[in-house]
């Protein structure tokens, strides 16, 4: 990069860090470092979340996702909207885990359950997290390396040194850096400012794809150039898509019920003013989310048009070579192994696709399977798989009777035919990650190549910190705390969530080192993930809502999702090398080839379960339904169990919820009317504590989100679809509408919008810190099933405090 670039990058990165810095001197309480005193407005929370969901390894997600599959899964996934925006408007399991008042997660399932489910849950929930996320510096890491082009190795005082390590281990310094100096104060306050630079910056980076590349005469003809089956425009002509089909789309469904409370409980969920104002802000992130889709969009239609049309023919062929010869330094160690794999891409002539001309593309055959092949053929002879061959063959014909040397023979070959196709899926899986990085390296000016990258590291600074200190918080909260009967000092407490976050930083380093990924980052993440959030959901949900629930159903559900995950995820992990030679040795894999198809028959095309040497039939997604479903099942037995067996009663949710004549707050909830003239606002959930700001703004996020975004265009385009009135050539004029006339309109009405309210409440954040009440007991600890800030010492420990800057 240019000094230009480097000054655009170091000033502001630098600013956020000084701001972080600020915040030591307003920590006075373990709730200032918890939960941020608990006077976020919520514009800060919500202008703080764009910078959390703008990160690198959600960005290379969404560009896997979207060059498999374009737009066209997109219309379907608007059946989510009116689901997802009940779920805002209603502040479902947002409102009421707040009204809990609990820190943590584990705060709020020994309310609801017991200490010992604290415990484990929180252990599992951190172990989880931590598996999930400690891929997140070494994607940011491949990332940085490859758009800057940095070498994977040089050499210190004589000694080697990996690129990668040294990348990972800035990321993680800066990120734990903020966390140390104000937890969750100092995330909410630099996710705020992070948060109003990325706005301007999308409006820029927009404005600049939309001036490159031509959508009638480049971006349409590249999408519309795909088989049957799997076109990247066509919402009724995706049956052929693998991994991201409408079975997928039926698990998210499930799961955005399931999982609204799943990661709740860590850092700005519970930071609001009032519960009201974290449901605002939750109601508010419509608008947000509105803009920041286009982002991730625009790289995929970057990188699809990019590497795809024949305009850029040159330059995608550039890229590909240098993409491929990048992974090869990383991968092949020997030199002349390596010259030899790079000179076999090399020998990939270029290809000059001719949209209409030439057979469309698939995700079988497309401009990338040559690369694919290549590599493969290549890793097959480093590993001598061909010679291999050739000799148990050999031994076959000329000694049958030495058993022994034959099945060692076979063994060996079985085990380098594992080795070859991991590595292979690892090419694909740096090649398909890397495209983004390298692509963006070579399309991008002087200036725009330093706000692209200043752009990258604000992603993965914001969701770095928010990943490690929500792990760091969960250990030290809720695996930690509950054994310390008499808890610590505040000076303690802070220095010990401070030393737990350096031990979580350090399991991030040694993950990312050691982790090998075979799948798509979705995929990966739903499989990790759900070792929590395969049982987790009806623990959260039905512990908010229900009074049913019992510690022994939520065991069942969570050792149930737990045990299924974690069998996924090491099949998975070890398919290609361990299990497939393994089933092969025993004989099984024909028996397999023969069941498999029997038992996704009457899903197909949708769940497709063929034998593959290299990859689990069953994806990540397919394991993740099974096991919620599943631990729903276990829950349900197990309370029901519970009741039957010791008749405990049902759980007093009001004295959780600080409701009725637990209300300490001197405001009571209306009870609920079912008059006709009241149940619209009851549904879409206005109540007496909105103003008329807060009405305009729900009015204005039903109208946008149901009236426009899934009335008139998914149900009317629908109606007309099933009506033989939308012909297909009509999709390119709904796309356009969609992803880039609604999104820019939308995007210069949020960045101003969200940009004065996230500076305004910034301010008061400030001046709310100078002067606010402290109770020194509220540390999260629970006694008799109820928060310790609670009890009947919380008044003589609150204290009022003044906080000079």
């Not at 604290?118 to 997140?136: G, K, P, Q, T």
């Not at 023919?313 to 790079?342: C, P, T, W």
């Amino acid at each position: 990069m240019s000094l230009l670039d480097w000054l655009i990058l170091i000033i502001p990165v630098a600013f956020v860090m000084f701001m972080a810095y600020h915040t030591r001197s307003y920590v006075r309480s373990v709730a200032d470092f918890l939960v941020a005193g608990r006077i976020c407005g919520r514009y800060v929370i919500c202008v703080a979340d764009v910078a959390n969901a703008l990160s690198i390894i959600v960005l290379v997600t969404q560009i896997e996702m979207q060059y498999k599959t374009g737009f066209a899964m997109s219309f379907w996934n608007k059946l989510i909207g009116p689901l997802g925006l009940l779920l805002s408007l209603t502040g479902f399991c947002v409102y009421r885990f707040r009204e809990t008042r609990a820190m943590s997660l584990g705060q709020f399932l020994e309310m609801r359950y017991n200490r010992s489910f604290r415990i484990f849950a929180s252990a599992l929930r951190s172990v989880s997290e931590m598996f999930a996320n400690m891929i997140m510096p070494a994607i940011a890491a491949r990332f940085f390396i490859y758009f800057l082009d940095l070498p994977h190795e040089f050499m210190l005082f004589g000694h080697s040194i990996p690129t990668f390590m040294v990348v990972v281990t800035i990321t993680l310094f800066l990120a734990i850096s903020i966390i140390c100096m104000g937890g969750t104060l100092a995330l909410v306050i630099t996710d705020t400012i992070q948060g109003l630079f990325c706005y301007p910056m999308l409006v820029i980076f927009t404005v600049f794809v939309l001036c490159t590349f031509s959508w009638s005469k480049e971006i349409i003809p590249v999408m519309s150039d795909r088989v049957a089956g799997e076109s990247f425009l066509n919402p009724y002509d995706v049956a052929e898509l693998r991994d991201f089909n409408y079975f997928a789309l039926i698990v998210m469904l499930v799961s955005t019920v399931m999982h609204r409370a799943s990661w709740i409980g860590a850092g700005n969920t519970g930071a609001a003013k009032t519960p009201h104002e974290q449901k605002m802000a939750s109601i508010l992130g419509t608008w947000r989310n509105g803009f920041m889709g286009i982002f991730f969009v625009l790289m995929a239609i970057t990188l699809i048009t990019l590497l795809n049309h024949r305009n850029f023919a040159e330059k995608s062929y550039d890229i590909r070579n240098y993409l491929s010869g990048h992974i090869s330094k990383q991968m092949v160690k020997d030199d002349a192994e390596r010259a030899q794999f790079d000179a076999a891409i090399a020998a990939i002539p270029p290809v000059s696709h001719e949209i209409g001309v030439d057979e469309p593309l698939s995700q079988e055959k497309n401009l990338d399977t040559p690369y694919y092949d290549t590599a493969k053929e290549q890793f097959y002879r480093i590993n001598r798989i061909g010679e291999l061959t050739q000799e148990v063959e050999t031994l076959k014909a000329t000694r049958p009777e030495d058993t022994a040397a034959i099945a060692e023979a076979e063994d060996t070959l079985r085990k380098k035919t594992g080795e070859a196709n991991k590595n292979t899926q690892e090419y694909s899986t740096l090649f398909r990650q890397q495209m983004l990085a390298v692509s963006m390296r070579k399309l991008l000016p002087k200036g725009l190549t330093g706000l692209f990258c200043l752009l990258m590291v604000l992603m993965m600074v914001s969701t770095d910190d928010s990943r490690i200190y929500s792990a760091a918080l969960t250990i030290n909260q809720d695996c930690i705390l509950p054994f310390k009967k008499n808890g610590f000092t505040p000076k303690q407490h802070i220095w010990v969530i401070r030393l737990v976050t350096f031990g979580v930083g350090v399991w991030f380093f040694i993950g990312s080192r050691a982790m090998a990924q075979l799948d798509y980052i979705k995929l990966y993440g739903d499989i990790m993930c759900s070792m929590w959030m395969g049982g987790c959901g009806p623990v959260m949900v039905f512990g908010l809502y229900g009074r049913i629930g019992t510690t022994l159903g939520a065991y069942f559900s969570l050792v149930s999702g737990m045990l299924l995950s974690l069998g996924g995820m090491l099949v998975q992990r070890n398919w290609a090398d361990v299990v497939y030679p393994w089933l092969d040795k025993q004989g099984w894999i024909p028996s397999l080839t023969n069941l498999l198809p029997k038992l996704s028959g009457p899903f197909e095309p949708y769940i497709l379960w063929r034998m593959d040497p290299q990859k689990f039939p069953i994806n990540s997604t397919e394991i993740y339904f099974i096991t919620m479903v599943v631990s729903l099942i276990l829950y349900f037995v197990g309370s029901g169990l519970t009741h039957l067996i010791w008749k405990p009663g049902l759980f007093n949710l009001d004295r959780m919820l600080h409701r009725g004549k637990y209300n300490d707050e001197g405001k009571q909830l209306e009870k609920w009317d079912w008059s006709l003239k009241s149940i619209f606002t009851k549904i879409i959930g206005i109540t007496p504590e909105y103003t008329k700001g807060d009405r305009a703004i729900a009015y204005s996020v039903f109208i946008y989100s149901f009236i426009w975004g899934f009335i008139i265009s998914f149900g009317l385009v629908l109606t007309l679809h099933y009506l033989n009135l939308w012909p297909d050539d009509w999709w390119k004029y709904y796309f356009f509408v969609e992803f880039i006339l609604e999104p820019c309109l939308l995007g210069i009405v949020s960045t101003i919008w969200f940009s004065i309210g996230g500076y305004v409440d910034l301010k008061n954040l400030f001046r709310d810190l100078r002067n606010r009440k402290i109770n020194k007991l509220d540390d999260g600890r629970v006694e008799h099933g109820m928060s310790i800030a609670d009890g009947p010492e919380a008044e003589a420990a609150a204290v009022t405090t003044e906080t000079k800057e």
